[in-house]
C-alpha cells in the first residue's frame, strides 16, 4: 500500500516520542511496538496511525492518544499472571496493548459494531487472550468474575462502588473522572486489605461512559 511506506520511519519516531514523553516500562514499550496500530485506526487515518494524537472510530467514538495508552498501561502495573478488565473497548488497541502484558483481558463495549469490529482486529493481530463482551462497565455481568487490574478507557463522573468490588484485593483500578465533555482527572485507586487508596495522576480528556448498551449499532 503505497500510504504505508513511511510507516518504518514514523513507527521508529513514535518508540521516541513515547520515551521522550517519559514511558520508561520496557515491557509497556515493547507492546507498543508490537501491535500495528494502523489495524485499529479506520482505513482512511492509517497514514496517521503513528501520531501520538487521538482519532475518530465509528459511534461518534475514538481511539486514545498513543502517550495516554502507554501512561495508563504504565500506572497499571501489569503482571504476566493478571486477569484485566478494560471497560471501553472502542478500536481493541488498547486491549491488544494489554493483552501483551497479562494472562487474560477481558474488555466490555456498549456499541455492538465496536464490539464485532475488535474482536475481529484482536483475531487478526493474534491476540487470543482477549475476550471482548458486549456489555456496560456500570453493570459488569457477575458471571465474568473478579479482577487483578481494571482499565477504564471512557470518562465516569465517579468510579461506581460496584465496579471498585470487582477489584481482587491487591489490586489496582485505573479511570479518568470527572465531568462529561471537560477535562478529568485520571485517578488510579488500590485495593488493600481494609479499603482503598485513591491517587489522581494526570489531567485527560475521555469521551463519556453512558450507561445501559447502545441503541444504535
Ligand atoms: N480503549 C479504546 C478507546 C475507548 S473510547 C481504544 O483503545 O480504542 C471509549 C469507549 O467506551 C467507546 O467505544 C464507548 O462506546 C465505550 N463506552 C462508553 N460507556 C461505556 C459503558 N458503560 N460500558 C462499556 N463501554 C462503554
Do not use: W
Amino acid at each position: 500500500m503505497p500510504n504505508n511506506e513511511r510507516l518504518p520511519h514514523e513507527k521508529m519516531r513514535f518508540q521516541l516520542v513515547l520515551r521522550r514523553r517519559g514511558i520508561s516500562d520496557q515491557a509497556v514499550l515493547r507492546a507498543m511496538e508490537g501491535i500495528p496500530r494502523e489495524l485499529f485506526v479506520e482505513a482512511s487515518d492509517r497514514v496517521y496511525a503513528y501520531r501520538d494524537t487521538a482519532l475518530g472510530i465509528p459511534c461518534g467514538q475514538t481511539i486514545s492518544q498513543p502517550f495516554v495508552v502507554a501512561y495508563m498501561t504504565e500506572q497499571l502495573r501489569l503482571d504476566p499472571r493478571h486477569r484485566a478488565l478494560e471497560i471501553g473497548t472502542g478500536s481493541g488497541y488498547q486491549a491488544a496493548i494489554l493483552s501483551r502484558l497479562c494472562h487474560e483481558v477481558v474488555t466490555l463495549e456498549r456499541f455492538k459494531t465496536l464490539a464485532e469490529t475488535a474482536r475481529r482486529r484482536l483475531a487478526a493481530t493474534g491476540c487470543d487472550n482477549v475476550e471482548v463482551v458486549l456489555g456496560d462497565g456500570f453493570d459488569v455481568p457477575a458471571n465474568l468474575g473478579t479482577f487483578d487490574r481494571i482499565m477504564v478507557t471512557a470518562a465516569m463522573e465517579e468510579i461506581p462502588k460496584a465496579l471498585l468490588e470487582r477489584l481482587e484485593p491487591g489490586g489496582i483500578l485505573i479511570a479518568p473522572v470527572g465531568p462529561h465533555n471537560d477535562g478529568q482527572v485520571l485517578v488510579r485507586v488500590r485495593r488493600g486489605e481494609e479499603g482503598y487508596d485513591s491517587e489522581n495522576l494526570v489531567a485527560v480528556r475521555f469521551v463519556p461512559a453512558l450507561p445501559g448498551l447502545a441503541r444504535e449499532l
